[in-house]
């Protein structure tokens, strides 16, 4: 696939997963870290104070309202830009910055993606073609993270 075929499918998929203030928008985002919470028990400790939390909790957390539209949003950004390699190499940049506070494990990077596609096949919103495509954008993605990890001296997957 091309980098423009890969964005259209990824595009295309997050139609039914938009952003936004409207109540839809915001369980978009928030069923997303339910999914996770329920699917990815162990990865809860990079959240902190809610280590514990169940679906239920993540419902009922205007934490997880705010931070599912913050992932839906980078989500739709990084699809958007993928045909603009050197702004998309920057965006996967600009994440690794800000999520260095959090000592991730580098293999997660690449992890998030079968975790989101994981997400949105649960909900009947993705094909098997746009899933290539989300696999194929996160290869890319992971790569210029460990690229970047290993030029800021940080740990990264070899």
């Given amino acids: 696939m091309t980098r423009e075929e890969i964005r259209n499918l ?3 998929s997050l139609e039914e997963k938009m952003v936004g203030t409207e109540a839809q928008n915001i369980d978009n985002g928030n069923g997303f870290y339910r999914y996770f919470f329920t699917n990815f028990p162990d990865l809860r400790v990079y959240f902190k104070g ?7 909790d993540v419902k009922k957390s205007e934490r997880f309202d705010k931070q599912g539209q913050r992932i ?3 989500c739709h950004l990084i ?3 993928f045909n603009n390699e050197e702004v998309f190499k920057a965006y ?9 506070i959090y000592k991730m494990d580098p293999a997660l990077w690449m992890a998030f993606f079968t975790v ?4 949105l ?3 009947g919103s993705l094909t098997d073609e746009q899933k290539a495509a989300w696999m194929a954008l996160g290869k890319e993605f992971n790569a210029e993270c460990q690229v970047h990890l290993k030029n800021s001296n940080l740990p990264y997957v070899h």
């Fill in 72 to 74: 839906l949003l980078a």
């Fill in 121 to 123: 096949e649960s909900t």
């Fill in 10 to 12: 990824c595009v295309k």
């Fill in 92 to 100: 996967v940049r600009e994440t690794i910055n800000r999520h260095r």
């Fill in 116 to 119: 989101f596609t994981g997400y």
């Fill in 79 to 81: 699809a958007n830009v």
């Fill in 50 to 56: 809610a280590e514990k939390y169940t679906a239920d």
